[in-house]
């Protein structure tokens, strides 16, 4: 069963255009993360999010946490190939680790 | 660089054989985390240490084991290898608990053939 769940899978763009990628939950998380991957990699982190209804901007990506934290979305503006990559979200569980489960990813190609 | 060491990057062995797999956290980091990432199943969480002692456990096999010692290093082995096994593996560093986010290495690559 996966826990956090990613849409869409896969997402092709021109360079330019706008997208969102969304982060989906039935669990309540005490900080969500997103982290960027290139192939052979490992993940980056981007932005950490904790408070229900926070938004965070990273120069064109803008990152929203819902107000249930449950859930999260990331928009990028303007997309670049240098966007080019897999975004996971991550939420961290309330237990005295704060354990982390990653999402499946959304695999983005942004063509020049 | 991130600041978390990993080797070797790239590791191919036969079926049935054991390997060690070798992570230095970043400095300053008590938390170390296994992962391992296929195709099909995306990162799955193994084992997470803290300051030397097992935190959390995952989807780890008995097969699979892992420590952490006294200078932070964490060692993950893998026994009786199998084809199914082969994957990147990565190791992640925190300071404390995994809520502000983690730095990870940039990941063994273990083939079993």
């Known amino acids: 069963t996966q826990l956090l769940e990613q849409s869409p899978q896969f997402l092709s763009i021109q360079e330019g255009e706008n997208l969102t990628v969304y982060c989906n939950s039935s669990?309540?998380?005490?900080?969500l993360q997103w982290y960027r991957q290139e192939p052979g990699e490992g993940p980056v982190l981007l932005v950490t999010?904790?408070?229900?209804?926070e938004v965070k901007k990273l120069k064109r990506l803008t990152f929203q946490f819902g107000d249930a934290r449950k859930d999260s979305s990331l928009h990028i503006t303007a997309a670049q190939p240098g966007d080019t990559g897999l975004y996971l979200c991550?939420?961290?569980?309330?237990?005295?680790?704060?354990?982390?489960?990653f999402g499946p990813g959304t695999s983005l190609s942004v063509i020049p | 660089d991130s600041g978390v060491t990993q080797t070797p990057k790239h590791l191919i062995t036969a079926t049935g054989q054991r390997v060690t797999l070798r992570c230095s956290p970043r400095?300053?980091?008590?938390?170390v985390y296994w992962y391992q990432q296929s195709l099909d199943q995306g990162l799955q969480f193994l084992i997470q240490?803290?300051?030397?002692?097992?935190?959390a456990k995952g989807n780890i096999l008995e097969r699979f084991s892992a420590q952490q010692f006294p200078d932070l290093h964490s060692e993950l082995n893998l026994s009786s290898l199998e084809l199914g096994d082969s994957a990147l593996y990565f190791c992640?560093?925190?300071?404390?608990?995994?809520?502000?986010?983690?730095?990870f290495g940039s990941g063994t690559r273990l083939t079993v053939v």
């Open positions: 992640a560093s925190s300071v404390g608990r995994g809520r502000v986010g983690y730095t």
């Open positions: 669990s309540v998380f005490s900080s």
């Open positions: 999010v904790v408070t229900g209804g």
């Open positions: 991550a939420g961290a569980r309330k237990t005295s680790y704060d354990k982390v489960i």
């Open positions: 400095s300053g980091d008590l938390s």
């Open positions: 240490y803290y300051n030397g002692e097992e935190r």
